[in-house]
């Protein structure tokens, strides 16, 4: 038996690489070239997944089989097929098919790029522009496209796994039909690598032994990205042990120096870091605590800074819990605390803990809710001067001017509490906070519709007979 080959290898040193027996079989694909270029699709029937754009009857499918591509962005994560769809485009379209690359060509040589294709229009000869990465273009550069996009001098095909909407100008955006690219499902990735095994572009003439377990390892850790399986595939049989027969062995063995760690789709500054934080909040706050700790473990996993979890955290325990559960705030400044002093991976327990905590928790958007009404009032309505009666007096003149009079100093009085108004005149008899009357808030509720009614005259009933806040619910 061969020893174990180590380290990555070219794959045109491939022991078995010759072509098959037989003088009818065709000819091993150039192994110097990468996997995922040579297994590159040229038609639709080769391309894998995006059955929602690219199925029988749908419409993108329609639009490149009868050669009326309009101008489009391609938006999905990474290597889901936007460059692929684009070259299947070339090769059935009628038109001139230009690559663009904003990293080796300026402004200078889009406008002279542009000035042929309206020429080629003026001929009857269509171009068709693609833009890879077009979020990576500057605004300048976007806007130089514009008017030759709205005049139909180019059809423009941009691709993007950030969300367009971020990163391509509104004008541009607004003349390009938007087409979303989906993950590939681990089926797909299956296939396609099960493709690449037997066919001559890829390891057609290669012998080599793959179980679909292992081929199912590969399109797991790959998570949707077919060009990353490929990679991965193309780097296991190069690592490969070699039997006394020639036959190339690809199993855990080998895979096991080569996947680390599953890739996750999570991009700490892009679209999708938003995503799984929102994610994360709104199964906390649907009271789903399983689904909370998926989102929490899909963040600590992509290495996420767990004092950002924290943080949003401790905007959650007031936003949406509030005081349903005076706890959690505590909880959570203490979770907060815990990660700061030992960081991960130990934090990760002290963040599931605050995650469950808060989803289990009762929930109350009432302090919320008056904040954003008051602000509304601050910000819509004029200043309005401080009621005289709870101004402060500390000098003569203050005092003649009324500051202060009026005033009712609420431990004076029996009920602790004066019937005197602390709202701007304007704003008198406003009400802001209406708690929830869940968990805690309940006893807040019911103190202060007594308070209210004792206050507005409703009632003679002292206020301070109803439960305090703080004590325990009643059995």
């Given at each position: 038996?061969?020893p174990r080959?180590?380290?990555?290898?070219?794959?045109s040193?491939l022991?078995?690489?010759?072509?098959?027996?037989?003088?009818?079989?065709?000819?091993?694909?150039?192994?110097?070239?990468?996997?995922?270029?040579?297994?590159?699709?040229?038609?639709?029937?080769?391309v894998?997944g995006?059955?929602?754009?690219?199925?029988?009857?749908?419409?993108?499918?329609?639009?490149?089989?009868?050669?009326?591509?309009?101008?489009m962005?391609?938006?999905?994560?990474?290597?889901?097929?936007?460059?692929?769809?684009?070259?299947?485009i070339?090769?059935?379209?009628?038109?001139?098919?230009?690559?663009?690359?904003?990293?080796?060509?300026?402004?200078?040589?889009?406008?002279?790029?542009?000035?042929?294709?309206?020429?080629?229009?003026?001929?009857?000869?269509r171009?068709?522009?693609?833009?890879?990465?077009?979020?990576?273009?500057?605004?300048?550069?976007?806007?130089?496209?514009?008017?030759?996009?709205?005049?139909?001098?180019?059809?423009?095909?941009?691709?993007?796994?950030?969300?367009?909407?971020?990163?391509?100008?509104?004008?541009?955006?607004?003349?390009?039909?938007?087409?979303?690219?989906?993950?590939?499902?681990?089926?797909?990735?299956?296939?396609?690598?099960?493709?690449?095994?037997?066919?001559?572009?890829?390891?057609?003439?290669?012998?080599?032994?793959?179980?679909?377990?292992?081929?199912?390892?590969?399109?797991?850790?790959?998570?949707?990205?077919?060009?990353?399986?490929?990679?991965?595939?193309?780097?296991?049989?190069?690592?490969?042990r070699?039997?006394?027969?020639?036959v190339?062995?690809?199993?855990?063995?080998?895979?096991?120096?080569?996947?680390?760690?599953?890739?996750?789709l999570?991009?700490?500054?892009?679209?999708?870091?938003?995503?799984?934080?929102?994610?994360?909040?709104?199964?906390?706050?649907?009271?789903?605590?399983?689904?909370?700790?998926?989102?929490?473990?899909?963040?600590?996993e992509?290495?996420?800074?767990?004092?950002?979890?924290?943080?949003?955290?401790?905007?959650?325990?007031?936003?949406?819990?509030?005081?349903?559960?005076?706890?959690?705030?505590?909880?959570?400044?203490?979770?907060?605390?815990?990660?700061?002093?030992?960081?991960?991976?130990?934090?990760?327990?002290?963040?599931?803990?605050?995650?469950?905590?808060?989803?289990?928790?009762?929930?109350?958007?009432?302090l919320?809710?008056?904040y954003?009404?008051?602000?509304?009032?601050?910000?819509?309505?004029?200043a309005?001067?401080?009621?005289?009666?709870?101004?402060?007096?500390?000098?003569?003149?203050?005092?003649e001017?009324?500051?202060?009079?009026?005033y009712?100093?609420?431990?004076?009085?029996?009920?602790?509490?004066?019937?005197?108004?602390?709202l701007?005149?304007?704003?008198?008899g406003?009400?802001?906070?209406?708690p929830?009357?869940?968990?805690?808030?309940?006893?807040m509720?019911?103190?202060l519709?007594?308070?209210?009614?004792?206050?507005?005259?409703?009632?003679?009933?002292?206020?301070?007979?109803?439960p305090?806040?703080?004590?325990p619910?009643?059995?």
């Amino acid at each position: 038996m061969k020893p174990r080959a180590r380290g990555l290898r070219q794959m045109s040193l491939l022991d078995g690489a010759a072509a098959p027996a037989g003088g009818g079989a065709e000819p091993v694909a150039d192994l110097s070239q990468p996997l995922a270029s040579r297994m590159r699709p040229e038609s639709l029937g080769e391309v894998v997944g995006q059955r929602q754009l690219l199925g029988e009857g749908k419409a993108l499918r329609r639009m490149i089989e009868e050669d009326r591509v309009p101008s489009m962005i391609l938006w999905g994560p990474p290597g889901v097929g936007k460059t692929t769809l684009a070259n299947v485009i070339a090769k059935s379209t009628k038109a001139e098919f230009v690559p663009y690359s904003a990293v080796t060509s300026g402004i200078k040589e889009l406008k002279d790029l542009m000035a042929r294709a309206e020429q080629a229009r003026r001929l009857g000869i269509r171009t068709v522009l693609f833009v890879d990465e077009i979020h990576r273009f500057n605004k300048a550069q976007q806007d130089a496209f514009l008017p030759y996009v709205e005049q139909g001098s180019v059809t423009l095909i941009g691709a993007t796994t950030e969300n367009p909407s971020f990163e391509v100008n509104s004008a541009l955006l607004s003349r390009c039909k938007v087409f979303v690219l989906e993950a590939l499902s681990e089926d797909d990735v299956a296939s396609l690598l099960r493709r690449a095994l037997e066919s001559p572009k890829g390891f057609g003439g290669v012998p080599i032994r793959v179980d679909d377990a292992t081929l199912r390892r590969i399109a797991v850790n790959a998570n949707g990205d077919a060009r990353l399986s490929l990679n991965t595939l193309e780097a296991a049989v190069a690592n490969a042990r070699v039997d006394e027969e020639g036959v190339r062995i690809v199993d855990e063995a080998v895979l096991a120096d080569l996947v680390d760690r599953k890739a996750l789709l999570y991009d700490k500054g892009g679209e999708e870091h938003y995503n799984v934080i929102s994610a994360l909040h709104k199964s906390m706050r649907n009271s789903d605590p399983d689904a909370a700790l998926y989102w929490l473990a899909r963040m600590l996993e992509a290495d996420e800074d767990p004092l950002y979890v924290a943080r949003r955290c401790i905007r959650f325990a007031s936003e949406d819990v509030g005081l349903a559960d005076p706890n959690a705030l505590l909880l959570a400044n203490a979770v907060w605390d815990a990660c700061h002093n030992i960081g991960m991976p130990e934090c990760n327990c002290a963040l599931s803990q605050i995650v469950v905590y808060l989803s289990l928790a009762p929930k109350s958007n009432a302090l919320d809710v008056a904040y954003h009404r008051v602000a509304a009032d601050a910000q819509e309505r004029m200043a309005e001067p401080v009621p005289l009666q709870i101004r402060n007096a500390p000098t003569r003149l203050m005092k003649e001017l009324d500051y202060g009079k009026g005033y009712t100093y609420a431990h004076d009085t029996d009920e602790k509490i004066a019937r005197m108004s602390c709202l701007p005149e304007s704003l008198a008899g406003r009400r802001y906070y209406e708690p929830a009357g869940i968990g805690a808030e309940a006893r807040m509720k019911a103190r202060l519709e007594a308070v209210r009614d004792w206050r507005e005259g409703r009632t003679e009933t002292p206020p301070f007979s109803t439960p305090a806040f703080g004590a325990p619910p009643r059995p």
